[in-house]
């Protein structure tokens, strides 16, 4: 019987987690592949879920990395030892992926907001939208992942979830930031991206669409609310746990097999996302089609089936109309 502490429970879920990280890392660069040979919607729009891609996709590459070499990694030098536990250990580098795919989907959901409130601004100042897109990620970038960094210490050759430094000036610094963290990486985001489609599925509710370009809107947005969905969920049960740490009521184990199952959660959403892009946009699947070879053969023997059944539909049409005889 396996157990939670079991060897062979922790390479089951490693192994589980590996191949995971692995099928996510070939949807994501398949649907980024085919986003840059098609526009989806503006070109902004195209942008943003081309980022989307590219940042699920390196928080499943990190993770297939380190289930292969391991949470943590040691060398003979000190110095790059010390590096590597607070870039690498304990899947401190997979959160760079996490942090921003989360607040790539808070401007894509910004980007359907302000296209369908502001359509004549959102026409005009595509390019100061990109500008603030890259602002506001580099923004999360260093007030919320950066001092992640700083929750592991190397000492006695080994390297620990703990606070980097024991100046009590810190201390004020790791209690802000673990609420930093649950508010500005999950909680204003989610809420963000709830009320955002809330308002826009309500506006588009009231107008019945009437040309095709406005029947493509609509689905782009509901592609967006799938994608942003499948996010606030599976990032639910890691952004829980840690704000249960932060308020004393439970211990979060980084590096445990309770914790790389939130994370594994994490990753089925980084394969759902591309799933949902691919499966909800006729363009990619056109452009699928098209480009790769094996799509290209079924289509093929789709296009040779439709056309045996269109003929022999012709032909039973022939034989059914009554015969003329003419003396």
């Known amino acids: ?93 997979f959160w760079l992926g996490a ?3 989360m607040h790539n989907m808070v401007y894509i959901s910004l980007d359907r907001l302000t296209a369908t409130f502001f359509p004549t601004f959102y026409r005009f100042y595509q390019k100061s939208l990109l500008i603030g897109c890259y602002i506001y990620l580099t923004s999360g970038f260093c007030i919320i992942y950066v001092p992640v960094l700083f929750n592991r210490r190397f000492e006695n050759e080994t390297c620990h979830w703990y606070h980097a430094f024991d100046s009590d000036l810190m201390h004020p610094f790791y209690s802000i930031h673990g609420y930093v963290w649950i508010l500005f990486k999950y909680a204003f985001p989610a809420m963000f991206i709830m009320v955002a489609h809330i308002l826009i599925l309500c506006m588009i509710f009231r107008r019945r669409p009437q040309r095709c370009m406005e029947v493509q809107f609509k689905k782009l947005v509901w592609t967006t609310v799938m994608l942003s969905s499948t996010s606030t969920i599976l990032h639910l049960p890691d952004a829980g746990s840690y704000a249960s740490h932060q308020i004393g009521t439970s211990q979060y184990d980084a590096g445990g097999i309770s914790h790389q199952l939130r994370l ?8 759902i996302n591309p799933s949902i892009l691919l499966g909800m946009t006729t363009v990619l699947q056109d ?7 094996a799509c290209r053969k079924c289509r093929k023997y789709s296009t040779s089936a439709d056309q045996a059944i269109e003929d022999v539909e012709n032909l039973g049409s022939l034989v059914q109309q009554p015969v003329m005889h003419t003396r």
């Not at 594994?264 to 394969?271: F, Q, S």
Request: net charge positive; hydrophobic share 50%.
């Open 1 to 93: 019987m396996l157990t939670s502490t079991s060897p062979n429970w922790v390479l089951v879920v490693r192994i589980a987690f590996g191949f995971l990280a692995f099928i996510g890392i070939l949807l994501n660069g398949l649907v980024f592949w085919l986003l840059i040979q098609v526009k989806v919607g503006s070109n902004l729009t195209t942008i943003l879920l081309r980022h989307q891609c590219l940042f699920d996709g390196l928080s499943c590459l990190i993770a297939l990395i380190s289930k292969i070499t391991g949470p943590i990694l040691l060398t003979s030098s000190r110095v790059l030892n010390v590096l590597l536990c607070h870039v690498w250990s304990r899947d401190s580098l």
């Open 287 to 293: 452009s699928a089609k098209e480009r790769l070879p």
């Open 99 to 101: 942090v921003l795919s």
């Open 264 to 271: 594994l959660c994490i990753t089925l959403c980084y394969c």
